[in-house]
T-cell receptor
Framework: EPEVTQTPSHQVTQMGQEVILRCVPISNHLYFYWYRQILGQKVEFLVSFYNNEISEKSEIFDDQFSVERPDGSNFTLKIRSTKLEDSAMYFC????????????FGSGTRLTVV | GNSVTQMEGPVTLSEEAFLTINCTYTATGYPSLFWYVQYPGEGLQLLLKATKADDKGSNKGFEATYRKETTSFHLEKGSVQVSDSAVYFCALTLLQGAQKLVFGQGTRLTINP
């Protein structure tokens, strides 16, 4: 069964550093998403992406965040200057076009900011 | 806006007990409803879904029925196992265009042998 692949599985970074989280969505999917989950808490929407542009973003997704689909297969989330409170599990998801298809999530990247 | 409310956890049961995790929603339009499960240290896995009123989603012995009249999608299982211990998330979306999935707060379930 096709999977959404996320790398790395765990990243530790120093406060103020830039990080890029990578995702390879399923190849025939058209809609892409990033979510985050602070340890033990709710899964929060960050951003949705379609047709090479952001469709919707939450209030969490401020100027420190950006997304890109640089080569037609990867989908990246960049945090420019990490803060301690950015420590969380980040999930990528993708979905096919059409109302009968659900969302497939990757296994996540655990980001630890120290 | 669209939102999902789940019963407060944690929930602790003995093996073979009956499980209900309540989920109610608020939505404009006609949402599709989902249950996702997160096992310890893992990502989110789709457990079951229902796309229209009165649909019943089922998987691995779990069931949930889309009740439009009560705006609910309660998760049930007749006899739980230790391996069902996980966090369960109810979620909804309008499945139109790039619509996002909106999650409830999650319910942690622990099954004791």
């Amino acid at each position: 069964e096709p999977e959404v692949t996320q790398t790395p599985s765990h990243q530790v970074t120093q406060m103020g550093q830039e990080v890029i989280l990578r995702c390879v969505p399923i190849s025939n999917h058209l809609y892409f998403y990033w979510y985050r989950q602070i340890l033990g808490q709710k899964v929060e929407f960050l951003v949705s992406f379609y047709n090479n542009e952001i469709s919707e973003k939450s209030e969490i997704f401020d100027d420190q965040f950006s997304v890109e689909r640089p080569d037609g297969s990867n989908f990246t989330l960049k945090i420019r200057s990490t803060k301690l409170e950015d420590s969380a599990m980040y999930f990528c998801a993708s979905r096919r076009q059409g109302s009968n298809y659900g969302y497939t999530f990757g296994s996540g990247t655990r980001l630890t900011v120290v | 806006g669209n939102s999902v409310t789940q019963m407060e956890g944690p929930v602790t049961l003995s093996e073979e007990a009956f499980l209900t995790i309540n989920c109610t929603y608020t939505a404009t339009g006609y949402p599709s409803l989902f249950w996702y499960v997160q096992y310890p240290g893992e990502g989110l896995q789709l457990l079951l879904k229902a796309t229209k009123a009165d649909d019943k989603g089922s998987n691995k012995g779990f069931e949930a029925t889309y009740r439009k009249e009560t705006t609910s999608f309660h998760l049930e299982k007749g006899s739980v196992q230790v391996s069902d211990s996980a966090v369960y998330f109810c979620a909804l979306t309008l499945l139109q265009g790039a619509q996002k999935l909106v999650f409830g707060q999650g319910t942690r379930l622990t099954i004791n042998p």
